[in-house]
């Protein structure tokens, strides 16, 4: 996985030299359509405690910015107003640096590199709808005893339809949270496909993940190691 400080340097690069306010501007423009395209996605507010932890989640920018231009939307067209995609998403990984979200850096970043060529774009945007729309496959691959939470992780993605790490600590937190409701069908379901990897979330603390694996107290997980794994799973979900 590239370094940040390489991927600002060539993000900053194919930005190329725009006036900062016109840059800002844009940023917001394509922050706000990302965000009201999630909210489209959605639908209505999600009633169940799991459908509402995971819809009030917005995945990453760069892939609901992606969808939006692969299906050819005319707000998006409009705000770029003749901008390369590949050149706009080179603008959206600054904009991630700046909001320290480095999950979304290093997706906007690799969506800027697949976007470059026409042909991989188109491969790139029908991955990325079918993820958005939960109909892509989970990879069933697993890496064995030296990473437990890679089973887990494959059924929350399946259970979830999400491969991002701000959606899946939403669906933990919910899990451990005292008093959680199993009423929630699909959170019932999810709980159970946990227990039949073995793997049972105890607490989120500060930047660590609690668990047990089978019955016993596991060595603490950090938040960036999760997410590696995540990012992992995610390109075997991509292809």
């Known amino acids: ?10 993000a900053r690069r194919r930005a190329g030299r725009l ?5 800002e501007t844009l940023q917001q423009d394509m922050i706000a359509l990302c965000e009201a395209h999630w909210r489209a996605l959605r639908g209505p507010e999600p009633a169940t405690p799991l459908a509402h932890a995971l819809g009030s989640a917005t995945p990453p920018l760069a892939e609901l910015f992606v969808d939006l231009h692969a299906s050819g939307d005319a707000q998006l067209a409009d705000a770029l107003d003749g901008l390369p995609p590949a050149r706009a998403l080179a603008l959206l990984v600054l904009a991630e640096i700046e909001r320290g979200d480095a999950e979304g850096v290093h997706i906007a970043h690799e969506a800027m590199m697949a976007l470059d060529t026409p042909a991989a774009g188109r491969v790139y945007g029908e991955r990325i709808a ?7 496959p989970v990879p069933r691959r697993q890496r064995g005893a030296r990473e437990p939470l890679w089973k887990a992780l494959v ?50 603390d500060s930047d660590m993940v609690r668990f047990d694996l089978h019955g016993h ?16 799973i995610r390109q075997a979900r991509l292809g």
Not at 1 to 10: G, H
Not at 19 to 23: I, K, W
Not at 217 to 232: C, G, I
């Open 155 to 204: 059924a929350m993605i399946a259970h979830t339809g999400r491969h991002d790490t701000r959606a899946l600590l939403a669906a933990i937190r919910l899990l451990v949270a005292p008093g959680s409701p199993d009423a929630d069908g699909a959170l019932a379901r999810l709980r159970a496909a946990l227990d039949e990897a073995g793997v049972c979330f105890r607490a989120i």
């Open 217 to 232: 107290a596991h060595k603490p997980v950090t938040l960036k190691r999760l997410s590696d794994l995540l990012a992992e």
């Open 1 to 10: 996985m590239p370094k940040l400080s390489f991927i600002e340097a060539e």
């Open 19 to 23: 006036p900062g306010p016109q840059r």
């Open 130 to 136: 079918s993820a958005l729309r939960d109909s892509l």
